[in-house]
């Protein structure tokens, strides 16, 4: 899976069972920031079968995914505009992690020493209603 050797994928087995899927979902942001990182948050309709017994207290009918790659070796972005929806490619090993976005829109190919599963929370799409 592409969290395998993610820091953080303990969150994906603890709250999902070890399933999370990254396809088809929306690209709602990416940025470069602290010390070399880029920061990625997805949107996903695709919510796992097992998901945390506290979410069921609230309405939402999509998960939003942060992830993040530290330690940038190599990033390439070109194009323009967010918002789309892609099945981005994410790989990572002990010795680094890299994610590639195809898109009418852009092009992203990022190559990082490490990859962190910052958050994964419940999100109300009203689009999606």
């Known amino acids: 899976m592409w969290f395998d050797n993610a820091l953080g994928k303990e969150k994906i087995n603890f709250m999902f069972g070890g ?20 920061t990625f948050q997805f949107y996903s309709r695709n919510i796992p079968s097992s ?13 939003s995914v942060v ?12 194009g323009n505009g967010i918002g789309f929806i892609c099945s981005p490619e994410i790989f990572s090993s002990e ?13 992203i190919n990022c190559k990082s020493k490490f990859l962190t599963i910052e958050s994964i929370t419940p999100y109300l799409d009203k689009r999606w209603e």
Do not use: M
Not at 19 to 38: I, K, M, T
Not at 67 to 78: M, P, S, Y
Not at 95 to 107: E, Y
């Open 19 to 38: 399933e999370l899927s990254l396809q088809s979902v929306e690209v709602n942001s990416f940025s470069f920031e602290r010390f070399s990182d880029v």
């Open 51 to 63: 998901y945390p017994e506290k979410w069921s207290k609230s309405e939402f009918n999509a998960l």
């Open 67 to 78: 992830i993040t790659f530290g330690g940038i070796i190599e990033l390439g972005v070109k």
């Open 95 to 107: 010795t680094h992690s890299r994610i590639k976005i195809c898109s009418n829109q852009l092009k």
